[in-house]
Each structure stands twice: as C-alpha cells, then as structure tokens.
C-alpha cells in the first residue's frame, strides 16, 4: 500500500482565502478572515445560498491576491457538508472552471489540498483551486434540529462554522514560498461509536492512524514542526488524539493543536468543544496559517484534516459513525 | 486552461465487476452483471444499507477477478447519490484502503475512473480502484417521495439504477489489454432547467459542452469510435443533446448512445426515458463495456459521464438544476 506521498514539483500556493460569518468574526482568528458578514447571510435569502456565495467569494478572493482569473484556473476541486455537496455545485458554477466534487466531511479542504496539489505537481493543471464550506443555519438544521427549536446541545457537541477556504495552486514560483510537500491519504475508521453529539470521538482514532502512519513512514519526528494541526476534532476529540497517539508511543507536544479549538474564544464564546465543519479547517488554514507563514512565524506545518462520515439517515438507523483523516504538509521553501 | 488529459503510461482496467437489482437484471444487460439480488435488499434491513452492501460486493468481486487482495490497492475513490455519500463510506470501511469520497452525481463513475487513472498514471499509486453505486428505492424516498405513496411518474423521469460498479486500475500489464487513454473534466453548466423530473434536460447541455470540446481539441471525430455512451442522460436528455451538437456543427451517428437507454429493456419495461444514477453508467461500462471490449468486439469508446447538480432543498428554493460531464476515453492496446 502507497505511504507518504512527496511533491518533488513543489506546488505552491500562489493564493488562499478564507471568509467567515459573525461568530468567527468575532472568534480567536477573526482577524485573519478576508471578509466575514454579521448577518451571515451574504446578501442571500437562504442559508444554504449563503454558504454557495461565501465559497464563490473566498474563490474571488484568492483569485484577486493572485491576480489570475478563472480562465487562468484548470481545475477547482471543491467540497461540502450539505447534502449532494450543493454549496460547491451552486457556488462555483459561475466560474466556468473544470470541476471535481468532492465529499470528506470535515476532512474535504484536505482532501481537495493534496488531489490540487497530485494533479499540478505531475503536471495535469498548471494551476488548481480547492474551495470548501460550511454553514452553521444550512447545517444545522439538515443535520440536528430545525433552528428555530433552539435545541439544547451536550458537552462534546461542536460549533458548525460558517466559513469558506479557498486556495489556489500551482508550480513553484515564489508568489509566496508555501508549497505542498507530502501528503498522506487517510483509511476510514470505524470504533463504533453512534453518539452524533461526539464527532470529535469519532474522528479521533482516524487522526490518530494517520498522524501514526506518518511519522513511522517519514521519519520526522512531531517536534520538527511548528504546528501539528488536526481540523477539526475540537477538545474532546483532540485530547482522545493526543491519548491514543501517546497510548502508541508518540508524544505529542504543545504544537499539536487543532483547528476548531483555535478558531473560537472558549472564553467568552460558550462553543463547548469548539469549531467543526467542512469551512473550519479551511479557513484556519487558508487564513490563520498562511498568514502565519507570511510573517516568517512558521516553517513546516501538518495538517490533518479529519471527517465523520455519517448522514442523518445512517444515525437513526444506527449505524456507527466512522472517520478518516487525510494529512498535508506544508513548507516555506 | 487545461484541455484533453493524455494518459502515456497507459493505466489498464485490471478488472472490473458489476451488481445491479431486479429490474436492472431483467433489462437488456442482465447477463452482463457479476450478481443480482432478486429482493434488491442484498440480505440488509435497509435500502440504504444494501445500497453500500452492493459496492463492498461490487470491489469484491473486481479484487477477485485481479487476483488482488485490498493490500494491494494505493486507493479507492467513490460516490454515490445519498446525501454525505454514506453508501460509499459504509459499503468501502471494512476494505482499509486510502479513501477519496466524491460526489460527482451520476457522473461519479467517469469521475472516479479519471482521478484513479491521473494518479495511476503518474506513479502517486501501483493500483487504484473506482466505485459508485446509487439504490433506486434509496435515492427514491431520498430525493423525491416516500415509497408506499405510489407517486406516479411523469414521461420524462429517469428510473435510478439498483447497481454498482467497480473497477481496479494499475499500470499496464496486458491484464486485460483496455486502458484509460484520455479524459476531459466537465464544468458546470446551468441552462435554468427547474424541472427534477426531467434531470436529460438538465445535464444534455452540459454533455454537449464537454464532447464539443473534446473534438475540438482532440482531433478525433465521432465516427473514430466504436461508441460514444452518454451516461446517464436517458432518452429526452440524449436527444437534446444530439440536437445541441448538431447545433454546433457536430453531427453524431449511430454509435452514439447512452448508459440510461441501453440498461433497461424500454418494450417491456415500464421505466420512461430509462436508466441513471451513479450505479448506472458505472455498472453498463463495468459490465457489459468491458465485456464487449473482452470479446474484441469494441476497441475505442468515449464515456461522458453526466451529473446533476442539485438536492431536494435546492429545488425546493427555486434554484435551476445545473449539470456536469466527464469525459474518459478508453482504449485496447
């Protein structure tokens, strides 16, 4: 079976973007979003159409920094939480740009990272997009509750962020030195675990085998980065991570994070286990993290982006929910 | 922006297996599937459960015929039409191998083979497989009504295929001599169509754009190929789409046809404009495809796998139905 995947081209990311509703806007990061809206509408009368507007948003975002146009873009591989992955189909329509629909769950951002990231380092695409969404009203109600019942929700739960993440790849040309270096393509994992109020539960073991088969692979030990980012498994699920890693001998340190627990203030944003959803880690990353590597602050990053592959219908009939976990490396040449 | 994907290191179909329901084994390709299931449940409680029971049979069978065991595949990429694409990740769990969801509508076959045949080709995998499977009484009670209500059908509807496909790729070993020499991935393309029950209407526009462009670019001419498949536009949608491209200057023959019109038998079965869902382009080009091509009957075809892009909430806000097409070329060496 194929292990880490390395990019001797080094696709780069030539853009990103990332943009966010009101309580991101007003999280830990709201800061590093390119445009969030208060109302978390976009201008749209659905929340479902929001989240479509905000994904072709942080595409046009990403394509003005990069100063390319849709004609420039040969492939956008794009993803979602909602059902039949709508909120990329009706988004990214208007681009006119090859298009892979893609669903991870809360993985899909790095999903469509490493298969934009295989397709131009071989050569397929000079240039290709990964876009993906979520929306807190649009997914809420698909998955749990209608909104207006104002359902109390348990500990473990997390927050569905309302965010969108687009990043615009393509052969190395120093526009900003961030390359896609490794990649690793994560394995469903099912430890029966039925709790839909505990995704981070769910998806944990899946980062766990990941993160695991990485470092057995590469060699690189977790101190050889500066940050080690699962997205999104929230608190609970994270500190499961962070046991069942050590439980396998690997020690995880203070770098090891999580996207969904640095995007809100735990302090004054009662989110219980933080941030999740398809827009979480691809905002942190298309946001946060890029800046962070703009600023010099950071070198060599993994991102494990992980998903809970469940449907409402799946759940009722009680079916276990499972996870994968697919991880990226990024690092400034 | 990137034009027809040429394969040179010749990604071969290793094997291929089709499963298909009741109805998809009294229509005109019943003999060509691996298995049918009488009851269409697949020995599950659910529609649901047996729709993913169907690819696990389906990657089984295919994993068979190649002498492989799952160990020996890098990959699997898979869809289907259930929302968050549960049929896949369900039915593919117990397999342990390197997971891409995608949701691609109907198109996913044609999708999934692309992606397992770009990442083949270039070395990212020995062996990579393609799945995708869609469960009429499944995508019935999802997308339209529930089933005891006996909703009649308007003339135009397609009947979704109880079926799934699967297919191994690796690099050429002379297994079965039929490769993946090209492919051209769709964009979308929004005619307005508001119809769902006239889904042809909704993706002919999007299958002309993408053959228009393939011989455009290709140099090829429709009369080159033993059959050019349509997948799954049924008999309303294949026609505009013939009429479209005879509309542009591109006048198809007699070998032009559809994965939706071959798979049923329209004299005695009862089911309009014919076949689609992800299981009906996958299981026809799996099955009887590939037999033809094993028979020597075949040596050049072009499959347009054609998706629908919209969900039963999408509709229900007014939103048009866009469509998609992918395009894969295969070829006997």
Not at 88 to 106: D, I, R, T, W
Not at 109 to 115: P, Q, R, S
Not at 145 to 163: I, N
Not at 292 to 309: D, Q, R, S, W
Request: proline share 3%; charged share 20%.
């Amino acid at each position: 079976m194929a292990g880490v995947i390395k990019f001797g081209n080094k696709p780069e990311i030539l853009a990103s973007s990332a943009v966010g509703g009101d309580t991101e806007a007003k999280g830990n990061l709201g800061k590093y979003f390119d445009m969030t809206d208060p109302t978390d509408r976009f201008g749209k009368k659905t929340f479902e159409q929001a989240e479509s507007e905000m994904q072709r948003l942080a595409l046009n975002f990403a394509l003005k920094k990069s100063g390319l146009t849709p004609d420039d873009l040969d492939a956008v591989f794009a993803g979602d939480l909602m059902n039949q992955c709508t909120g990329s189909s009706y988004g990214l329509a208007e681009f006119g740009v090859p298009f892979f629909g893609l669903y991870g769950a809360c993985s899909t951002a790095a999903e469509g990272l490493m298969l934009a990231a295989m397709t131009v380092n071989c050569g397929y695409f000079e240039r290709a997009a990964s876009v993906s969404s979520s929306h807190n009203s649009a997914a809420e109600r698909q998955f749990r509750f209608p909104l207006g019942y104002g359902c109390q929700r348990p500990p473990t739960s997390q927050w569905t962020a309302t965010a969108s993440g687009a990043f615009i790849l393509g052969l190395c040309s120093g526009e900003t030195g961030v390359v896609l270096s490794e990649a690793l393509p994560g394995k469903i994992v099912d430890k029966g675990i039925t709790d839909q109020s505990n995704m981070g539960a769910a998806m944990a073991p899946a980062a766990a085998s990941t993160i695991h088969r990485y470092f057995s692979e590469s060699g690189m030990h977790p101190d050889d980065f500066d940050l080690i980012l699962t997205g999104d498994l929230g608190q609970e699920g994270h500190s499961i991570c962070r046991e069942l890693l050590l439980s396998q001998g690997l020690r995880m340190g203070e770098n090891f994070s999580d996207c969904g627990i640095l995007l809100y203030d735990s302090e004054v944003q009662d989110l219980h286990c933080g941030g999740s959803g398809c827009g979480c880690s691809a905002s942190v990353t298309a946001g946060y993290v890029m800046k962070k590597f703009a600023e010099g602050k950071i070198k060599n990053i993994l991102l494990i982006g992980t998903g809970a592959l469940m449907s409402p219908s799946s759940v009722l009939q009680g079916l276990a929910v499972s996870g994968i976990a697919h991880l990226v490396r990024f690092s400034k040449i």
